[in-house]
């Protein structure tokens, strides 16, 4: 009998004997990368009847919607009005169900700047997880979650291969998805998924210098054979790089960074399978996917997430108007969703679709764009690097901005004016990121305050993928 170290229970509580061979293959693997973390979902057998209750309104809930919320969302409402004292302020004297849409919205700045208001108070924090964003959006924030609400995740991401004509059969002899990254600092480990019935799951970062060797990345993920692979369209575009003459993905699940529709079709060519655009939030979970007919379109993927879509002042536009994507609910005990602004943009159809899903969808998406930095040696810079530095300090929000001749801008909206001595601190850090040559300002002021029409543009840049 093979005893399971507590170093690997404490980060998967359900894992079993069975499925530890599969772990340790990839952990162990001769080409596998310097793993600089572990990690597990943390799921517990408590966990499991809330995430099949998800997973049955996932697959048979799927109504047509309206511009109007259901009775569950105004239950909803009224329920997080009880325990969150920002949702509780912003509500008082109102009827929730006759005054939904006069509701004040939230936004990116509570969970940046307000987020102990927004936790309910009553909340148990012993089963806390945290996440940072990748700050893409120019707010980098910390989203405390459960581990049952991210076991969502997998029936989520299941479902939309199965609309894409993909079937999977999850086991523990068997590799389920491969996370790629192309950046130049990101954790990196191993793990089996519970839910998947101990399927494994690696985040691997193509930068070179994390393998063994030259040839490494291709050996890896040939010889783990994961049945899929999810990442930005930047990671992807490093991958293509790779010599994967022995392996296929049965699909690709695009994520993080809006898809464009020419380098969709670059990547369905390339791996000869389908490319799902994956419309997902770290404060909001994910939205919405891309039909399988009409790639244009996303269909909202919960049933428990209502999405409207809002204009300046925050008043529902009528269907087929171009405005904010606005949610309420979802699963995240920790974070209660009450009209919040996600700024991101698009249009809503209410109509019946070819491709046989009943929910609403979404045009003229408007996320967050693949965007490129150069180096003064040609090589690039990914956004969420800069992000990553940015978030060390008391920032919450921040815009970049390279121009042809490579020189940089850096707009910082300051928690307070402390920030201003960590100047010659973020100037170091962004230098040594670019190589050591960048011509770089920085400025203390110019970004939106919250109540603007529009959140700034994080990253802009003449480069694009």
Not at 78 to 90: D, F, G, N, T, Y
Request: one cysteine or more; a negative charge; glycine letters at 6%.
């Amino acid at each position: 009998m093979m005893t399971i170290p507590r170093e690997i229970t404490e980060r998967i509580p359900m894992m079993q004997e069975a499925w530890l061979p599969n772990y340790y293959r990839l952990r162990e693997h001769p080409d596998a990368p310097r793993w600089n973390t572990r990690c597990g979902d943390r799921l517990m057998a408590e966990d499991m009847p809330f995430i099949r209750a998800f997973c049955d309104s996932l697959y048979h809930r799927r109504e047509k919607g309206s511009a109007v919320p259901s009775e569950d969302f105004i239950h909803y409402a009224l329920e997080v009005q009880k325990h969150s004292a920002i949702i509780r302020r912003r509500t008082q004297g109102l009827s929730m169900d006759k005054d939904f849409h006069a509701i004040p919205p939230m936004s990116r700045e509570d969970l940046a700047v307000r987020l102990h208001e927004v936790v309910p108070e009553d909340i148990a924090l012993d089963r806390l997880v945290l996440y940072d964003t990748s700050g893409t959006t120019g707010h980098a924030i910390r989203v405390p979650n459960h581990p049952r609400a991210i076991g969502c995740y997998d029936p989520m991401v299941t479902f939309c291969l199965e609309r894409h004509g993909v079937k999977p059969v999850y086991d523990h002899t068997m590799t389920a998805c491969f996370l790629i990254c192309a950046q130049e600092n990101t954790i990196t480990y191993c793990t089996v998924h519970s839910q998947l019935n101990g399927a494994g799951y690696a985040k691997i970062n193509m930068k070179p210098s994390e393998w063994p060797r030259e040839n490494s990345p291709a050996k890896f993920i040939s010889d783990l054979n994961p049945l899929f692979l999810t990442g930005d369209p930047i990671a992807f575009s490093e991958l293509m790089k790779s010599d994967l003459q022995n392996y296929k993905p049965r699909a690709l699940l695009s994520t993080a960074m809006a898809l464009t529709n020419g380098f969709r079709r670059v990547l369905a060519d390339h791996f000869n399978c389908p490319v799902i655009d994956f419309y997902s939030l770290n404060d909001t979970g994910p939205i919405a996917y891309s039909c399988p007919l009409n790639p244009d379109a996303y269909h909202i993927l919960p049933p428990d997430l209502f999405v409207e879509i809002t204009g300046d002042e925050g008043q529902p536009l009528q269907e087929g108007e171009w405005g904010e994507i606005t949610v309420t609910g979802g699963r995240n005990p920790f974070v209660p969703l009450l009209r919040y602004r996600t700024g991101d943009y698009a249009r809503i159809r209410f109509e019946p679709c070819d491709c046989g899903d009943p929910m609403p969808r979404l045009y003229d998406l408007e996320g967050r764009r693949p965007v490129l930095f150069k180096k003064t040696n040609g090589q690039t810079v990914n956004p969420i690097d800069i992000s990553k530095i940015i978030r060390r300090f008391p920032v919450v929000q921040h815009q970049f901005i390279q121009a042809n001749d490579l020189s940089c801008i850096l707009k910082i909206r300051p928690d307070h004016e402390g920030l201003r001595l960590y100047e010659s601190e973020i100037r170091n850090h962004l230098t040594r990121l670019f190589g050591g040559e960048l011509s770089l300002t920085i400025e203390f002021s110019g970004l939106a305050e919250e109540g603007s029409a529009r959140k700034a543009i994080p990253y802009m840049s003449p480069f694009k993928l």
